[in-house]
T-cell receptor, first 112, second 107 residues
Framework: DGGITQSPKYLFRKEGQNVTLSCEQN?????MYWYRQDPGQGLRLIYY???????QKGDIAEGYSVSREKKESFPLTVTSAQKNPTAFYLC???????????FGQGTRLTVV | AQRVTQPEKLLSVFKGAPVELKCNYS??????LFWYVQYSRQRLQLLLR??SRESIKGFTADLNKGETSFHLKKPFAQEEDSAMYYC?????????FGSGTKLNVKP
């Protein structure tokens, strides 16, 4: 069954801790994206990657880091430097720049 | 700078009424525009894209380059259309999203 999978669905973190959100796709897509979704603010781009071993900062990259060691995986680390990490995080992928994006079901991160 | 603007946060209409969700964009090149929909407890999914010129679930959207708009329209709203709608623009290897419009169709 092809698709894009995010895990876990819910994640709790203590202040000062780093946490990594998983995003895996078996669609053979080259491009992958991480967005943050906050009420009333829509989707804001954190990081994106067009090919393996390459990634670019989006509009709100501060306090986040990513890696793209494999085509199918694009994990996002929320570091302790992120001042307001509680949010809903969405991962997406697409074949190339002219195609639609497919989204995961999201991870809701809560800092306690 | 690239930007997608959805001026309405919430749009409430009665079943059977026409609906129009507004989207304006700014982009220096030739944009690829999309509408995405997020139903309650479901993942974000593509509704339609301007290049395909399709009508999906009765929705249509026309790209107006002069007005830099890509409004989403449906002549007769249904209760199952209640959802969050996002306009998106693809350009320079990125996907830009608007802030979303919540459509509430009342019985």
């Amino acid at each position: 069954d092809g698709g894009i999978t995010q895990s876990p669905k819910y994640l709790f973190r203590k202040e000062g801790q780093n946490v990594t959100l998983s995003c895996e796709q078996n669609l053979n897509h080259d491009a992958m994206y991480w967005y943050r979704q906050d009420p009333g603010q829509g989707l804001r781009l954190i990081y994106y990657s067009q090919i393996v071993n390459d990634f670019q900062k989006g509009d709100i990259a501060e306090g986040y880091s990513v890696s793209r060691e494999k085509k199918e995986s694009f994990p996002l680390t929320v570091t302790s430097a992120q001042k307001n990490p509680t949010a809903f995080y969405l991962c997406a992928s697409r074949m190339d720049t002219d195609t639609e994006a497919f989204f995961g079901q999201g991870t809701r991160l809560t800092v306690v | 700078a690239q930007r997608v603007t959805q001026p309405e946060k919430l749009l409430s209409v009665f079943k059977g009424a026409p609906v129009e969700l507004k989207c304006n964009y700014s982009y220096s090149g030739s944009p690829e525009l999309f509408w995405y929909v997020q139903y309650s407890r479901q993942r974000l999914q593509l509704l339609l894209r301007h290049i395909s010129r399709e009508s999906i679930k009765g929705f249509t959207a026309d790209l107006n380059k002069g007005e830099t708009s890509f409004h989403l329209k449906k002549p007769f709203a249904q209760e199952e259309d209640s959802a969050m709608y996002y306009c998106a623009l693809s350009g320079f290897n990125k996907f830009y999203f608007g802030s979303g419009t919540k459509l509430n169709v009342k019985p």
